[in-house]
């Protein structure tokens, strides 16, 4: 079985400001890593995915994300956010099943 | 364009009404599909997992007979939500895919309100 850590559940930060949304993952077996976005009353848009080769992941919307195998992480990263990126954020691992993290509601303020 | 399509988006109803919601995956055929629940400002918990032509495999804490799940193709799931109830409002997502050749895809979710 896998799971999946988000340490922050809000992270607020100002606009253009670089943003490091942080997941680290636990799984007995070599899984995939995801990251989603879920805007208000909407379903879930997938960001990047790490499925092998490049552990450095670029994604829509200028996201990119690192996969370290050695300290079960995969973080997501924006050099410069915008207001309208504020939304929920999910970091998923699939490996035996599909699981997704608790979640981290990224706020931009003006 | 989307590739799973999941209908009705919104359900306002009832109590003890039923209510079915339906998940299409539109460019590929599935023979696995999952349902998620989730609560507000919460995270989705994996319900069930359908599979075509079997049973449901349903997570534990999930009654079987409230959330009765059809995999009748290998393009349709639906979820029914039998005599629903206020506690049963919530969002109900599903997705299909799944690996190396086909990623997940998640449908637009399904708001249900029971009054």
């Known amino acids: 079985a896998q799971s999946v850590t988000q340490l922050d559940s809000q992270v607020p930060v100002f606009e253009e400001a670089p943003v490091e949304l942080r997941c680290n993952y636990s799984?007995?077996?070599?899984?995939?890593l995801f990251w989603y976005v879920q805007y208000p009353n909407q379903g879930l848009q997938l960001l990047l995915k790490y499925l092998s080769g490049s552990t450095l992941v670029k994604g829509i919307n200028g996201f990119e994300a690192e996969f370290n195998k050695s300290q079960t992480s995969f973080h997501l990263r924006k050099p410069s956010v915008h207001i309208s990126d504020t939304a929920e954020y999910f970091c998923?691992?699939?490996?035996?099943?599909?699981?997704f993290g608790p979640g981290t509601r990224l706020s931009v303020l003006p | 364009g989307a590739v799973v399509s999941q209908h009705p988006s919104r359900v306002i109803c009832k109590s003890g009404t039923s209510v079915k919601i339906e998940c299409r995956s539109l460019d590929f055929q599935a023979t696995t599909m999952f349902w998620y629940r989730q609560f507000p400002k919460q995270s989705l918990m994996l319900m069930a997992t359908s599979n075509e032509g079997s049973k449901a495999t349903y997570e534990q804490g999930v009654e079987k007979d409230k959330f009765l799940i059809n995999h009748a193709s290998l393009t349709l799931s639906t979820l029914t939500v039998t005599s629903a109830h206020p506690e049963d409002s919530s969002f109900y997502i599903c997705s299909a895919g799944g690996g190396l050749d086909q990623p997940q895809h998640f449908g637009d979710g399904t708001r249900l309100s029971i009054l």
């Open positions: 799984s007995s077996v070599s899984v995939y």
């Open positions: 998923a691992v699939e490996g035996q099943n599909f699981v």
